[in-house]
T-cell receptor, first 114, second 112 residues
Framework: SQKIEQNSEALNIQEGKTATLTCNYT??????LQWYRQDPGRGPVFLLL?????KEKRKERLKVTFDTTLKQSLFHITASQPADSATYLC?????????????FGSGTRLSIRP | DGGITQSPKYLFRKEGQNVTLSCEQN?????MYWYRQDPGQGLRLIYY???????QKGDIAEGYSVSREKKESFPLTVTSAQKNPTAFYLC???????????FGQGTRLTVV
């Protein structure tokens, strides 16, 4: 069956450290993968997209990698801050019967302690 | 301001009643999506629509219905057939050819 899984339900790290979140998928062949941030009670907000031919993508303190052999994407936040505390979701496109649908992982709740 | 608007933010209904959640976007996006989120969980796809007057079932469509009569509107009806309707509902839209989806602020539905 098709699955997209984020291995850690919750991650708690010290401010200043690097947070690393994992997204694994099964029986999909995505051309790209996306990461979103969701704050409590709000809708997700797009952060980064990485394509299958890109090994790594950076945006400020964020870094995403994509390994199509391992079927895995890693999301890193360097020099983490308490304001980075949120739930992070990975997502990919899957072709439906006549249109593309966006499938999300279960999310990882990240807490950065001062 | 362009954006995607869900209303109301909070909604309470009695068991057995149908309820319709509103989703409107003025971004001129073609595709629209409805997701359900339960506490501590990810987003599960209910219905999606690529163009007006056409929509497809997602992974958990049972007990829900939608319509897409206008490009900017994609209302979701939670029917009495939905066994556990209490949840946080999110609507999203996306421009044709784009990858990034834009979300509304969500509607928290509580059925008592």
């Amino acid at each position: 069956s098709q699955k997209i899984e984020q291995n850690s339900e919750a991650l708690n790290i010290q401010e200043g450290k690097t947070a690393t979140l994992t997204c694994n998928y099964t029986n999909y062949s995505p051309a790209y993968l996306q990461w979103y941030r969701q704050d409590p009670g709000r809708g997700p907000v797009f952060l980064l997209l990485i394509r299958e031919n890109e090994k790594e993508k950076r945006k400020e303190r964020l870094k995403v990698t994509f390994d199509t052999t391992l079927k895995q994407s890693l999301f890193h936040i360097t020099a983490s801050q308490p304001a980075d505390s949120a739930t992070y979701l990975c997502a990919l496109d899957s072709l439906g019967s006549s249109a593309s649908k966006i499938i999300f992982g279960s999310g990882t709740r990240l807490s950065i302690r001062p | 301001d362009g954006g995607i608007t869900q209303s109301p933010k909070y909604l309470f209904r009695k068991e057995g009643q149908n309820v319709t959640l509103s989703c409107e976007q003025n971004l001129n996006h073609d595709a629209m999506y409805w997701y359900r989120q339960d506490p501590g969980q990810g987003l599960r796809l209910i219905y999606y629509s690529q163009i007006v007057n056409d929509f497809q079932k997602g992974d958990i469509a049972e007990g829900y219905s939608v319509s897409r009569e206008k490009k900017e509107s994609f209302p979701l009806t939670v029917t009495s057939a939905q066994k556990n309707p209490t949840a946080f509902y999110l609507c999203a839209s996306r421009r044709q050819g784009a990858k990034e989806a834009f979300f509304g602020q969500g509607t928290r539905l509580t059925v008592v």
